[in-house]
């Protein structure tokens, strides 16, 4: 398993952007497919989106397509998530997951990092 921090959650206005990071220990993030996920006050957790060990294959939820972006950099151990034209509905506490497989189920994530806040206001 790996220990996951994530950081750069915040207050934004409708329309604009945020960049969530979140940062892993261990030697072999690699092999780790990453996943974002949220979940918004009294809602169920859900997926959001995912890449792979190498980067080379990403997922989205629906409602995030067009406008939120996922990349990582195993150099450095650390995946983003860029999100662009917020809206109000995003609001929700944001986590990272790892997974040694490529899949958005969160059950098969086995690490998770303790969220960060993210408030769209209108």
């Known amino acids: 398993q790996v220990q996951l921090v994530e950081s750069g959650g915040g207050l934004v206005q409708a329309g604009g952007s945020l960049r969530l990071s979140c940062a892993a220990s261990?030697?072999?993030?690699?092999?780790?497919?990453m996943g974002w996920f949220r979940r918004a006050p009294e809602k169920e957790r859900e997926f959001v989106i995912n890449?792979?060990?190498?980067?080379?294959?990403?997922t989205y939820a629906d409602s995030v397509k067009g406008r939120f972006t996922i990349s990582r950099d195993n150099a450095k151990n650390t995946v983003y998530l860029q999100m662009n034209s917020l809206k109000p509905e995003d609001t929700a506490v944001y986590y990272c997951?790892?997974?040694?497989?490529?899949?958005?189920?969160?059950?098969?994530?086995?690490?998770w990092g303790q969220g960060t806040q993210v408030t769209v206001s209108s």
């Open positions: 997951a790892a997974s040694r497989l490529f899949v958005s189920n969160p059950k098969a994530f086995g690490s």
């Open positions: 261990g030697r072999t993030f690699s092999a780790y497919t």
């Open positions: 890449i792979n060990g190498n980067g080379g294959s990403t």
